[in-house]
């Protein structure tokens, strides 16, 4: 066998080790999304997760901070303390949470950062779907 064929072979074998332990693996592209965002207090942290999460646009947020961030704004450098708020959605409900976010967001040009979930347990990723979808709709 070539390299690349040992390679390929071993990458099938993960792939099937990792189905059988209960992770989902995506073909299509990723069934979950998580989302970031930052804003300037807790409370205000709160309000964004609580919202997103009681209009099913996200199954969960976690809030994080404060932490310290550095950015350029109106050719100053800022330092403030921020909250961030992790959501986890689904591709087809992230148009709606960013436009929940830019609507409901105390900021000019707030942070919305969507990054893929390329691999998770089929079970929590199940879960995500089922408490996005509108109308509460149960995939089960």
Known sequence: MTDAET?????????????????????????????????????????????????????????SGPVTSVYRWKDAVETAPEWQVLFKTTPPRYAALEDHLRAVHPYETPEIIATPVVRGSADYLRWVAEETAPGGARTE
Do not use: H, W, Y
Not at 8 to 23: I, L, M, V, W
Not at 43 to 54: D, K, M, P
């Open 7 to 63: 390679t390929g072979t071993a990458e099938s074998a993960d792939a099937e080790a990792a189905k059988a332990a209960g992770a989902a693996d995506f073909a299509d592209g990723p069934e979950a999304l998580t989302v970031l965002t930052t804003t300037d207090s807790e409370a205000g942290a709160r309000e964004l997760a609580r919202g997103a999460v009681e209009a099913r646009l996200a199954a969960c947020a976690q809030i």
